[in-house]
């Protein structure tokens, strides 16, 4: 069975293709997880899970959305929900957003103390900020997914020393994503997980479209090719990952 640890399914890019996007996953995929980045689409994420079996929730305020410091009782509410299982996206931007970047960091943490007293794991987003957001998530221990990683593979490493896992998108279908393919070759299977991101980063050979969870295939494709293994041996590793992950949390998955 396959996963799809982080996906904008509330997007407007979906409105359209929504209900045959979700048809199409059904009886393919254990669990979509679909992502909020702010009250909003935290609430949107909550209302689409509500209507599927295999759809879940993660809400939480992502950085590009922050510009000031706020009130964060509303992900602890909301989080009350049976089909909330995780806590994100949230982390560091600093390619969008140089300038709120304190704000971005006590935003982050608090977030992830909110994660550990509900005891649910944490979706990272990390941008042009990749040493801090190591450093939070090194002093602020917790656990949760480095969301469509791109950092490096010495960095990767350090980040499966303290138990986090490594989300691989559609970027490690593409010719010259170079340094993604590496970490997939590099890091041990125990510590990867599969997303789409979508709309956005919609692997090869359909890069350029709106993505869909279905496409994953391509992704289990590559890791396979790159692992030297079977597509049936990576799923199924991938999908005990999410189960160490995300499993036992609100919900008995
Ligand atoms: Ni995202």
Redesign the pocket.
Same mark, same amino acid.
């Given at each position: 069975m396959l996963v799809d640890t =982080?996906? =904008?399914l509330a997007d407007d890019a979906y409105l359209d293709i929504l209900d045959e996007v979700i048809e199409e996953a059904r009886g393919r995929f254990k669990s979509i997880i679909v992502?909020g980045?702010d009250y909003k689409t935290s609430l949107d994420a909550i209302r689409l899970a509500e209507r599927y079996d295999f759809l879940y929730a993660s809400i939480g305020l =992502?950085p590009q959305e922050v510009t000031k410091l706020e009130n964060l009782a509303w992900i602890k509410e909301l989080a009350k929900h049976e089909k909330v299982i995780a806590i994100g996206?949230i982390g560091l931007d600093y390619y969008w957003d140089e300038q709120y970047k304190d704000f971005q960091k006590e935003l982050f943490i608090k977030q992830i103390k909110i994660a550990n007293e509900l005891d649910l794991p944490v979706v990272v !987003?990390s941008r042009s900020a990749h040493q801090d957001t190591f450093d939070i998530l090194k002093t602020h221990k917790t656990k949760g997914v480095l !969301?469509?990683y791109s950092g490096s593979v010495e960095l990767a490493r350090e980040y499966t020393k303290l138990g986090y896992y490594i989300g691989i998108g559609g970027v490690v279908t593409f010719k010259n994503a170079k340094t993604i393919k590496e970490v997939v070759s590099d890091i041990d299977l125990k510590y990867l997980l599969t997303e789409t991101?979508g709309p956005?980063l919609t692997p090869h050979p359909y890069r350029g479209k709106v993505n869909r969870p279905i496409y994953i295939e391509y992704v289990i494709s590559e890791i396979a090719k790159l692992k030297n293994k079977t597509k049936n041996e990576i799923e199924e590793k991938i999908y005990n990952n999410y189960l160490e992950l995300f499993g036992g949390t609100n919900e008995e998955i």
């Open positions: =982080h996906i =904008h992502s980045v =992502h996206e !987003h !969301h469509c991101d956005y």
